[in-house]
């Protein structure tokens, strides 16, 4: 069994995660992952006080879209559902799964942090200047997918963005804490 993630950076929202790379029920006779939402527990934090998290509203297998033709697994939140807190994703050591244990990770969303520091999740006047410094506005010059300035996931890093870092200002006394997984 192989499990990775790939969520790119987590700017903005959060709200979609990408569970990668599940060869479950794989083999010459079952080419097919299955997983629904009572195979998961999904929690947030701040950690240690986990709570159940909000329900998402689908999860979807994306057969063959993982590495090396394994499926992929979707998770889809409703918008703003999952923000400025961390998010603990346990896939179940089940009989749908067939994993040996449970397979824990972990994302942490600091709506507006440009990731510029790496002790601290502090959403400060540094994140707007870096959005403003790193202008992609029209489409001959868009943002890529991991640019880590466009906290709305618009595609275009332009004055929004500025504007998102500087209404959701945080300091090391309300920042997301960095967390060390166990
Ligand atoms: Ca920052
Ligand atoms: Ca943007």
Known sequence: MHAE????VLSAGSHTLKIGAYNNKKDHYLEATEMIIADLKIATGPPPYWAAAAAPTSVTVRRGAGVGGSDR????????DIQKQWLQVTVKANLATLLANPDMFY???AVGDSGNSTTDTAVTTMDAMRARLDPHKSLLNPADIENPQDYNRSGV???MDEMIARLNNTTMLNDLNLITAP
């Open 107 to 109: 994302f942490g969303n």
């Open 157 to 159: 890093v332009s004055t």
């Open 73 to 80: 697994v979707t998770v889809i939140w409703a918008d703003g």
């Open 5 to 8: 993630v790939s969520l790119g």
